[in-house]
């Protein structure tokens, strides 16, 4: 065919394609009036929920009655209060501030989860009626992209009786595994409305010692999964200097944009996906969002390949960062409760310390304050509170560090272990944790 006939027949398709737009377009009430009892929904992580929907579904829960919707990091608020349950009930897969009260208070439950393995259970284990995104604009060829939140909604997409996109026009276009057809689409909805954001906080002085910390024993040419918080920020500035780093990650942040654009990162000596930039979801300012948009160096794909920990062990020199509650003298890492008290999830923690231990020349590193509560509490302590929840086990833990040093742990004795751990507690609890160690007979 030559390049004319190829011109004319992507304008017909062009056309067939906005008139299939314009036969689904419709407003979030009406899709929303379309939910059913007993139905259950999948949404996005966090910047992929489609707002627009979830808070006209949130509107007439009153008439609803056993709607069920699994979901990680929620961002509607409107149905996790205490008379929601019995219209709609939210299974949380990873908790977040919309969402923590109602778990803590039986409104909501939750779902303990490797965050590699959540398409395949939410779709084995659970029926898909509905998915809903949010979306960037469609092209010429009909195709969306799910822009900021890949994770499971790929998946979710495939077993789905009905889709629903809420295509934004300030969501990035992205590359990758992120594509939705206009023929896979059964409402959409329209808004201009900003995409949700994540401030980056000053990096506080505790955060800056640990970030140097971690720099140190990072060398050239490593690949990085960094989490959230404060203190993977501190690390992004600290790694400025560095050269050939590369990036495989659960979460693109605005620190990576800095690495990025420095030259510090360029995915140059990746062991897979050489030259691109891996993640599942983003989230962060306009900023970040802006430096994705139509950028063929970073890909989104989902989930159970960013995560998996075959996949992270077969990059060399991977390096995973990622932030807990609090650590016992074991090293065993309750990163998503305190106590009984759940607060988060499993996310990709364990996924990335499983898949960086498998890597040749790969470390992991687990960060924390050294104390909590105004200096009042340790962080580092004797065991772990009655009913907290492993997340990062004693026999994958490697790096620990806190403002005063770090804690290697991998291949030594449970003595050598409680020594390491007690040298980088606040000194104002080392005797304390001493006497409890010479207790357990580690010292």
Known sequence: ????????????????????????????????????????????????????????????????????????????????TETSPKHIKVNSWFTSGASRKAVQNGWADWVPNYFHEVPKLMTEYWPVDWVGTMVSPMDEHG?????????????????????????????????????????????????????????????????????????????????????????????????????????????ITDGMVDLLKSGAANNSKKTLNRGKTIGTFALGTRRLYEFMHDNPTIE?????????????????????INATIEVDLLGQCASESMGTVHWSGTGGQADFVRGATRSKGGKSFITLPSTAKGGTISRIMPTLQPGAVVTTNKNEVDYVVTEFGVAHLRGRTAGQRAQALIEIAHPDFREELRAAARAMNRM
């Open 300 to 320: 989104m794909h989902p989930v159970d390949y960013t995560n998996d920990p075959y996949i992270i062990g077969q990059h060399d020199n991977m390096v995973s």
């Open 1 to 80: 065919m030559s390049i004319q006939a190829n011109s004319a027949a992507l304008t017909l398709d062009s056309s067939s394609c906005a008139d299939e737009y314009r036969s689904k377009l419709c407003t979030p009430a009406e899709a929303a009036a379309e939910v059913r009892n007993g139905e259950f929904l999948v949404f996005p992580i966090c910047a992929g929920e489609p707002i627009l929907f979830t808070n006209a579904l949130a509107a007439r829960q009153e008439s609803l009655e056993g709607v069920t919707i699994n979901q990680q990091h929620h961002v509607c608020k409107d149905y996790f």
């Open 143 to 251: 195709y969306f992209t799910c822009s900021l939140s890949v994770a499971y909604t790929m998946a979710a997409l495939k077993k789905a009786k009905k889709v629903v996109v809420q295509v934004n026009e300030n969501c990035p276009r992205t590359h990758g595994d992120c594509h939705i057809h206009i023929s896979e689409v059964d409402f959409i909805l329209e808004s201009t409305d900003p995409v949700v954001e994540l401030a980056v906080p000053p990096v506080t002085e505790i955060e800056e010692l640990v970030g140097g910390y971690i720099s140190e024993l990072i060398e050239d040419g490593s690949t990085l999964q960094l989490g959230i918080g404060g203190i993977p920020n501190a690390v992004c500035k600290a790694l400025l200097q560095k050269k050939d780093l590369g990036i495989h990650t659960e979460m």
